[in-house]
């Protein structure tokens, strides 16, 4: 399995909160990403970094930020939690963009109460 | 633009029947191909890729896929289903984002 971590792995928040969830990655892979996975929906992209401080925006970025200090690191913060935005987070590493393949995360349940 | 159908949002089959997994994809690229599969509360694990080499695709655990560029579909098939392969599949198209399917959820029967 490709070294992918994510924290929390369960998290249980109010309306209105911020939110971080982190991604860590022992494999060096230059592209990060954070999807959500909703039921109907399958996965779609929050947003993507192509390395060290570089991101952009995916398919469902309103309500999301992310950062990128380090390569092994990628954060994804939600400023104010929405019940919207209760969803399972999955993070993804690739080496390469578009046709290589991605790793994927063990997932991070969030509930918005 | 692209875009991926899963033509079955459910699929039922008996242990030691074959498995078929319908996929129809739209890009207006020359696309990238996969399936993925999600056991229960797990990530997402690659069972094959196409990147226009082989229009047939030999995955992991016996599963294969071919790609029909005249009908933009890639059906993910395997001749004997097995009691472990009940999970939810992902048809996803790429270059330049990822796009995954709806999913298709498959059950097996003993």
């Known amino acids: 399995d490709a070294g992918i971590t994510q924290s929390p792995r369960h998290k249980v928040t109010e309306t209105g909160t911020p939110v971080t969830l982190r991604c860590h990655q022992t494999?060096?892979?230059?592209?990060m990403y954070w999807y959500r996975q909703d039921p109907g929906h399958g996965l779609r992209l929050i947003h993507y970094?192509?390395?060290?401080?570089?991101?952009d925006k995916g398919e469902v970025s309103d309500g999301y930020s992310v950062s990128r200090s380090k390569t092994e690191d990628f954060l994804l913060t939600l400023e104010s939690a929405t019940s919207s935005q209760t969803s399972v987070y999955f993070c993804?590493?690739?080496?390469?963009?578009?046709?290589?393949?991605?790793?994927f995360g063990p997932g991070t349940r969030l509930t918005v109460l | 633009a692209q875009s991926v159908t899963q033509l079955d949002s459910h699929v039922s089959v008996s242990e030691g029947t074959p498995v078929l997994l319908r996929c129809n994809y739209s890009s207006s690229y020359s696309p990238s191909l996969f399936w993925y599969v999600q056991h229960p509360n797990k990530g997402l694990q690659l069972l094959l890729k196409?990147?226009?080499?082989?229009?047939l695709v030999k995955g992991i655990n016996g599963f294969e896929a071919e790609f029909k560029k005249s009908e933009t579909s890639f059906h993910l098939t395997k001749p004997s289903a097995h009691m472990s392969d009940a999970a939810e599949y992902f048809c996803v198209v790429s270059p330049y984002d990822m796009r995954f399917g709806a999913g298709t959820r498959l059950t097996v029967k003993p």
């Open positions: 196409y990147t226009s080499a082989a229009t």
């Open positions: 993804a590493i690739s080496t390469l963009a578009g046709e290589d393949t991605q790793y």
């Open positions: 970094s192509y390395g060290v401080k570089d991101t």
């Open positions: 494999e060096n892979h230059r592209y």
